[in-house]
């Protein structure tokens, strides 16, 4: 979806870029998460897995609430626009890449841990599909 919304954003007199450029950018956005996964390897010995995975949708939820409003209402500001865009994609791996594996293996019993993390991974496959 990246590819879209950079689109369009950055659309210049009804051209649109070019997909050199569009890579340039995507590549910028995906080590972006980067920081994410930093922020959660700092954060996760002070608050732990399970606040941290809480905390994950509140700020992309929050962050995709801001880029909506601006996309409405300030279509012009193409800047502040990439500028959100790029603090929620780099929020995107904040607890969800790392925290799923650790939240699992601390929370099921060794003997059925394998299978209990592999069930898990199912059901959210399952939840993406459906939602």
């Known amino acids: 979806f990246a590819s879209t919304i950079l689109d369009d954003v950055f659309q210049k007199d009804g051209q649109y870029e070019s997909m050199a450029d569009l890579s340039g950018q995507n590549i910028i ?3 972006l998460q980067i920081i994410g996964i930093v922020l959660t390897l700092y954060l996760l010995p002070v608050v732990g897995s399970k606040k941290i995975l809480c905390m994950a949708p509140v700020i992309i939820g929050v962050l995709c ?3 909506g409003v601006l996309c409405n209402h ?3 500001q193409t ?3 990439f500028l959100t865009f790029c603090a929620m994609y780099s929020f995107l791996m904040f ?3 790392p925290c799923n ?3 699992s293996s601390e929370h099921y019993p060794v003997g059925v841990r394998s299978t209990f993390a592999g069930f898990s991974a199912a059901c959210s496959k399952l939840g993406a599909i459906v939602g």
Do not use: E, W
């Open 29 to 31: 956005l995906n080590s």
């Open 65 to 67: 609430a801001v880029m």
């Open 74 to 76: 300030y279509p012009d």
């Open 79 to 81: 800047t502040l626009i």
């Open 95 to 97: 607890g969800f890449g």
């Open 101 to 103: 594996y650790l939240a």
